[in-house]
């Protein structure tokens, strides 16, 4: 029986991937430098990754000042992720399983500060009874660290909570610890492998949450 619902944050609940993937391709495109979906689609879902700023030097072969470019791409994100609404179904999932009675819980590869600050900015922070984020783990995302984590908090086995992700690298990390996973893929996410994804559906919208368990319980029943 499902007791839990687990989301991820960045690309999930809000649109926050691709402002950032195209602030970085704005710049890497002032340098000559093409930034592909394919070379971008490992540092989704995860902090453990190359950062941009010395992808690009390695691409120009010189060295470049890394506080000018972070800070050149911090203020296009800003603008880009400020145009951006909850996205379809998010408030909705959040208040049926409220009303069903299910506990809540967030597993985010990006800091506390960043998830916590955007919920509260978009009213949803009240929705949570756990969140993890990288400053409680030493490894994030493909790891399963985050949702083991986020597990424990909740007072939940793997087996009794559903996962909701739309990268990659949050689907392996949501199965390998366990759970079953619905992938949600956005705009940019879409593309790239989602095979490891118990479920793949288009939008929250597309399936409400009742349906969901339903479906969930349809194919755990003897």
């Not at 959040?94 to 955007?118: E, F, M, N, P, Q």
């Not at 783990?137 to 793997?158: C, W």
């Not at 992700?165 to 996973?181: F, H, T």
Request: hydrophobic share 45%; charged share 25%; proline share 5%.
């Amino acid at each position: 029986m499902i007791r839990a619902l687990i989301f991820d944050f960045d690309g999930l609940i809000l649109e926050t991937e691709g402002p950032i993937f195209r602030a970085w391709q704005e710049i890497f495109a002032s340098h000559g430098v093409d930034l592909t979906l394919e070379t971008w689609g490992a540092v989704i879902g995860t902090s453990d990754h190359t950062p941009p700023a010395v992808m690009l030097e390695q691409r120009l072969g010189k060295s470049l000042d890394h506080a000018s470019l972070n800070a050149q791409q911090k203020a296009r994100e800003s603008e880009l992720i400020a145009m951006q609404a909850v996205r379809p179904g998010v408030e909705q999932y959040l208040k049926d399983a409220r009303r069903l009675g299910l506990k809540i819980g967030l597993a985010s590869s990006s800091s506390c500060r960043w998830v916590v600050g955007h919920l509260e900015r978009l009213g949803l922070h009240a929705y949570f009874d756990v969140i993890c984020a990288r400053d409680d783990v030493r490894q994030t995302k493909p790891d399963p660290e985050l949702y083991v984590r986020a597990l424990q908090a909740l007072e939940v086995s793997g087996e009794e909570a559903i996962a909701i992700e739309d990268s990659p690298n949050g689907v392996l990390a949501a199965k390998r610890a366990g759970l079953y996973c619905v992938a949600v893929p956005n705009e940019l996410t879409q593309r790239l492998p989602l095979d490891h994804a118990d479920l793949r559906i288009q939008s929250l919208e597309a399936m409400p949450l009742e349906a969901l368990l339903a479906h969930f319980e349809r194919l755990h029943s003897p």
